[in-house]
């Protein structure tokens, strides 16, 4: 079936230095997926960070960015200097499965920026 | 203005009790979704529904009912809780291009 693994947190770094969040789907109901990063701030529900719909597309926002890559199946998150009000939970998904307007999310990182 | 809201944002009940929790979107969405995030699960998807007076059951329905009364608003029932029903519960809609989703705030059930 449709699924999403991700880096198991929680990840801890500490403020400037780079950052990745792995993320890899698995598609078999769908030939090209729509990817997605969305972030969870304490107390607030889940926002979208970033999304691209297109393989070999990079999509960007607030410092971060993540590649479709279908050959490797990846959809990993980069931030060069993180800050720590990036302190959240970070979710990888990927839409449309099963022809549907359903969603598969990945369990969730969490993130933990250090001052 | 929240687009999504929810309550209540706190419940604690007790087992055998009846919850309702309750979500409202001003997005002008069709679709809206119920999920439950527990930890090592990531968002599990209960119910959804594409419009007023439609349901359409998710990957963990067992033990949950939800009702769509208007295009706003979107209801989710236990009408027996039990503590494996304690979760963070996020309600979601989406217009149904694009797959992106809109979220509320979340509610955290308790069932003691």
């Known amino acids: 079936g449709d699924s999403v693994t991700q880096t198991e947190g929680p990840v801890t770094v500490s403020e400037s230095e780079s950052l990745i969040i792995n993320c890899t789907y698995s598609?078999?109901?769908?030939?090209?997926?729509?990817l997605f990063w969305y972030v969870r701030y304490p107390g607030e529900g889940l926002q979208l960070l970033l999304k691209?719909?297109?393989?070999?597309q990079k999509g960007s926002s607030r410092g971060f960015e993540a590649t479709y890559n279908k050959e490797t199946t990846s959809f990993h998150l980069q931030k060069a200097s993180v800050q720590e009000s990036d302190s959240a939970v970070y979710y990888c998904?990927?839409?449309?499965?099963?022809?549907?307007?359903?969603?598969?999310f990945g369990t969730g990182t969490r993130l933990q920026v250090l001052p | 203005e929240a687009a999504v809201t929810q309550s209540p944002r706190n419940k604690v009940t007790v087992t055998g009790g009846n919850v309702t929790l309750s979500c409202r979107q001003t997005?002008?969405?069709?679709?809206m979704y119920w999920y439950r995030q527990d930890t090592g699960h990531g968002l599990r998807l209960i119910h959804y529904?594409?419009?007023?007076?439609?349901?359409q059951i998710g990957d963990v329905p067992d033990g949950y009912k939800a009702t769509r009364t208007t295009q706003e608003d979107f209801f989710l029932l236990l009408e027996l809780a039990s503590p494996s029903q304690t979760s963070l519960y996020f309600c979601?809609?989406?217009?149904?291009?694009?797959?992106?989703?809109?979220f509320g705030p979340g509610t955290r059930l308790t069932v003691l």
């Open positions: 979601a809609s989406s217009d149904g291009r694009g797959y992106e989703q809109y």
């Open positions: 598609a078999t109901s769908i030939a090209y997926p729509n």
């Open positions: 691209v719909i297109t393989a070999g």
């Open positions: 998904a990927l839409g449309g499965v099963s022809n549907t307007n359903k969603v598969v």
């Open positions: 997005n002008s969405h069709n679709y």
């Open positions: 529904s594409y419009g007023a007076g439609n349901l």
